[in-house]
């Protein structure tokens, strides 16, 4: 035999003992997968806790320039540790983001759009999160690694960090001195905060941008006295506003953050017309009742109106109908509206190209009984020690479906019923027994003329170890036993030689599928050396020459890779 091909059977025998040895030992030889993405750094969030319903989630979020040649995009985004990402806004674009002299600061900003739930389509789920900001380049794609802050989830609130708060809620309102104002002219915004903790608070307003959507942006920041913060501004922008406060507590750890409910604002041009919508009739109606709306325009003013409706927390415009003005009025009657809760609104557009249109409030009105869903979450999900504490969280849609959530334990109630707040609701409990348990969540409305009850999913936890199931076809099975094995055969007598003990099948032999498969792969490396070994005995007539063989090592001689080398033909 030649020399490469006795090194060919020495790998082959080296691939044996190693496929004998993992088998053996149970240890399987891998190739490292690739590394987790790492840090870049910190993303600097606005504000450092809030409400997983705030929109948005926080203000702006900052990072560092993005790695040279990673700057075409970069996005701001939210997700569990390692992925996956929802986005938190829209992706940034044009280039730059890696160069810092074209950054405002020197810094990366995006100003989220979106609350943490809407980003994901659903309420995230209790302990650690990451906000993370992501850079992209043109040609390589996403970079590896990533900016990143860990904030931390409970219940319906989030906090930078890896822990839980235990302070205490704090409620924050809102009230606005005027609902229209002149540009120029000041109006009055008042933060309450109960109880009456020291912080700061955040004044900021929604508005519609140029290209249609909404951005969020910071009005001014007022210190919290007594309870109470003061604003006077008359720095807005001419557009219709949706103005929030969020309360930043000065010890976190004593109080948590709180956001008020928005309230609108329209700031107007000087000499600008007033529209006011008004219904024929009060809300709720049911499915098919004629509703009329009717807007007048102050001063009077010949133009046309147009009647929209929007679905609640939405931004999709339906339009219903217009009319055009006479005496300063126009009106419309609906019929065909499907139910569900609307926001109306009425748009006026004057004759006089040189004229200033204007848009009324919307007005909320019910048609028909909303549908309402109700999911059910839990955390930790599947099992957990007893003893230990469980959250249960139901998330209620449509937005401002209001009423109590009932959590069940079966058929019994676990604990009170609880309030919903920004659509959730949440229980916390350590009464379950060791066992199984199957939970939901039922929700009812405080007005049952506007929205329909419903009840959740099941989720179902284990508290303790899980008890054996009996196996009803194997007469042995003792479900009292803890020595018994519910799946074992009647027939599988580890004392019967004949058996073996694993006489069964896969299941039943408790062989984990790596040793099965490398068992597999020392059977094939048997039989390979086998083939090559039985082949070489044979006393072939004519040698057999490998592919590889050099002409003058003629190994027929016989004196083997250590004997004579004759430089013989074959």
């Given at each position: 035999?030649?020399?490469?091909?006795?090194?060919?059977?020495?790998?082959?025998?080296?691939?044996?003992?190693?496929?004998?040895?993992?088998?053996?030992?149970?240890?399987?030889?891998?190739?490292?997968?690739?590394?987790?993405?790492?840090?870049?750094?910190?993303?600097?969030?606005?504000?450092?806790?809030?409400?997983?319903?705030?929109?948005?989630?926080?203000?702006?979020?900052?990072?560092?320039?993005?790695?040279?040649?990673?700057?075409?995009?970069?996005?701001?985004?939210?997700?569990?540790?390692?992925?996956?990402?929802?986005?938190?806004?829209?992706?940034?674009?044009?280039?730059?983001?890696?160069?810092?002299?074209?950054?405002?600061?020197?810094?990366?900003?995006?100003?989220?759009?979106?609350s943490f739930q809407t980003a994901l389509g659903a309420a995230?789920?209790?302990?650690?999160?990451?906000?993370?900001?992501?850079?992209?380049?043109?040609?390589?794609?996403?970079?590896?690694?990533?900016?990143?802050?860990?904030?931390?989830?409970?219940?319906?609130?989030?906090?930078?960090?890896?822990?839980?708060?235990?302070?205490?809620?704090?409620?924050?309102?809102?009230?606005?001195?005027?609902?229209?104002?002149?540009?120029?002219?000041?109006?009055?915004?008042?933060?309450?905060?109960?109880?009456?903790?020291?912080?700061?608070?955040?004044?900021?307003?929604?508005?519609?941008?140029?290209?249609?959507?909404?951005?969020?942006?910071?009005?001014?920041?007022?210190?919290?006295?007594?309870?109470m913060a003061v604003l006077t501004t008359s720095d807005l922008?001419?557009?219709?506003?949706?103005?929030?406060?969020?309360?930043?507590?000065?010890?976190?750890?004593?109080?948590?953050?709180?956001?008020?409910?928005?309230?609108?604002?329209?700031?107007?041009?000087?000499?600008?017309?007033?529209?006011?919508?008004?219904?024929?009739?009060?809300?709720?109606?049911?499915?098919?009742?004629?509703?009329?709306?009717?807007?007048?325009?102050?001063?009077?003013?010949?133009?046309?109106?147009?009647?929209?409706?929007?679905?609640?927390?939405?931004?999709?415009?339906?339009?219903?109908?217009?009319?055009?003005?006479?005496?300063?009025?126009?009106?419309?009657?609906?019929?065909?509206?499907?139910?569900?809760?609307?926001?109306?609104?009425?748009?006026?557009?004057?004759?006089?190209?040189?004229?200033?249109?204007?848009?009324?409030?919307?007005?909320?009105?019910?048609?028909?009984?909303?549908?309402?869903?109700?999911?059910?979450?839990?955390?930790?999900?599947?099992?957990?020690?007893?003893?230990?504490?469980?959250?249960?969280?139901?998330?209620?849609?449509?937005?401002?479906?209001?009423?109590?959530?009932?959590?069940?334990?079966?058929?019994?109630?676990?604990?009170?019923?609880?309030?919903?707040?920004?659509?959730?609701?949440?229980?916390?409990?350590?009464?379950?027994?060791?066992?199984?348990?199957?939970?939901?969540?039922?929700?009812?409305?405080?007005?049952?003329?506007?929205?329909?009850?419903?009840?959740?999913?099941?989720?179902?936890?284990?508290?303790?170890?899980?008890?054996?199931?009996?196996?009803?076809?194997?007469?042995?099975?003792?479900?009292?036993?803890?020595?018994?094995?519910?799946?074992?055969?009647?027939?599988?007598?580890?004392?019967?030689?004949?058996?073996?003990?694993?006489?069964?099948?896969?299941?039943?032999?408790?062989?984990?599928?790596?040793?099965?498969?490398?068992?597999?792969?020392?059977?094939?490396?048997?039989?390979?050396?086998?083939?090559?070994?039985?082949?070489?005995?044979?006393?072939?007539?004519?040698?057999?020459?490998?592919?590889?063989?050099?002409?003058?090592?003629?190994?027929?001689?016989?004196?083997?890779?250590?004997?004579?080398?004759?430089?013989?033909?074959?």
């Amino acid at each position: 035999m030649s020399r490469r091909g006795i090194a060919r059977l020495s790998a082959l025998g080296a691939t044996l003992a190693l496929s004998l040895a993992s088998l053996t030992t149970g240890v399987l030889v891998t190739f490292a997968g690739p590394a987790q993405a790492a840090s870049l750094g910190e993303v600097e969030i606005s504000q450092s806790s809030g409400l997983v319903t705030d929109t948005p989630i926080f203000a702006s979020g900052s990072s560092a320039p993005c790695p040279q040649g990673y700057g075409e995009n970069a996005n701001l985004r939210v997700g569990r540790p390692g992925g996956p990402y929802s986005n938190l806004a829209p992706v940034l674009g044009g280039g730059g983001f890696d160069d810092p002299g074209e950054l405002p600061d020197g810094k990366i900003t995006v100003n989220p759009n979106r609350s943490f739930q809407t980003a994901l389509g659903a309420a995230p789920g209790n302990g650690e999160w990451w906000v993370v900001m992501e850079c992209y380049s043109l040609t390589e794609g996403r970079h590896t690694d990533e900016f990143r802050t860990a904030i931390f989830v409970c219940a319906n609130t989030w906090r930078v960090g890896t822990s839980c708060s235990t302070a205490t809620t704090t409620t924050t309102t809102l009230a606005v001195s005027a609902e229209r104002v002149e540009r120029g002219a000041e109006v009055t915004l008042t933060a309450q905060v109960e109880p009456a903790a020291p912080g700061v608070a955040i004044f900021r307003r929604v508005t519609p941008t140029d290209g249609g959507n909404a951005g969020t942006f910071d009005i001014a920041t007022v210190p919290v006295e007594s309870g109470m913060a003061v604003l006077t501004t008359s720095d807005l922008p001419v557009n219709l506003h949706e103005i929030f406060v969020v309360f930043q507590p000065a010890d976190e750890d004593a109080y948590q953050v709180s956001s008020s409910a928005r309230q609108q604002l329209l700031v107007v041009e000087p000499g600008t017309t007033t529209v006011t919508l008004t219904f024929d009739k009060t809300s709720p109606q049911p499915v098919g009742t004629p509703l009329t709306l009717t807007a007048t325009i102050e001063p009077p003013e010949p133009g046309t109106v147009y009647f929209d409706r929007y679905d609640i927390g939405s931004t999709a415009r339906t339009e219903l109908g217009s009319a055009p003005t006479s005496a300063g009025t126009a009106s419309i009657t609906v019929t065909d509206l499907p139910p569900g809760r609307y926001d109306f609104q009425a748009r006026f557009v004057p004759v006089d190209p040189e004229g200033q249109g204007s848009v009324s409030f919307r007005q909320v009105f019910q048609i028909g009984q909303t549908a309402t869903q109700t999911a059910l979450s839990v955390s930790p999900a599947g099992s957990l020690a007893p003893g230990a504490e469980l959250t249960l969280t139901a998330t209620i849609t449509p937005v401002g479906a209001a009423g109590t959530v009932r959590f069940l334990n079966g058929t019994a109630p676990l604990g009170d019923p609880a309030t919903v707040i920004d659509n959730s609701a949440t229980h916390r409990t350590t009464a379950l027994g060791v066992g199984r348990h199957t939970l939901t969540a039922v929700f009812t409305p405080t007005d049952a003329a506007l929205f329909a009850p419903s009840t959740s999913n099941e989720v179902t936890v284990q508290v303790g170890a899980a008890s054996p199931s009996p196996d009803p076809t194997d007469p042995t099975d003792d479900p009292t036993d803890p020595t018994d094995d519910p799946t074992d055969d009647p027939s599988d007598d580890p004392t019967d030689p004949g058996t073996g003990g694993g006489g069964g099948g896969l299941a039943k032999t408790g062989a984990p599928l790596i040793a099965i498969g490398l068992t597999g792969i020392a059977l094939v490396g048997v039989g390979g050396t086998a083939m090559v070994v039985g082949r070489r005995r044979d006393g072939e007539s004519d040698p057999v020459r490998w592919l590889d063989d050099d002409p003058s090592d003629d190994d027929t001689s016989g004196g083997g890779p250590g004997g004579a080398e004759t430089g013989g033909q074959s």
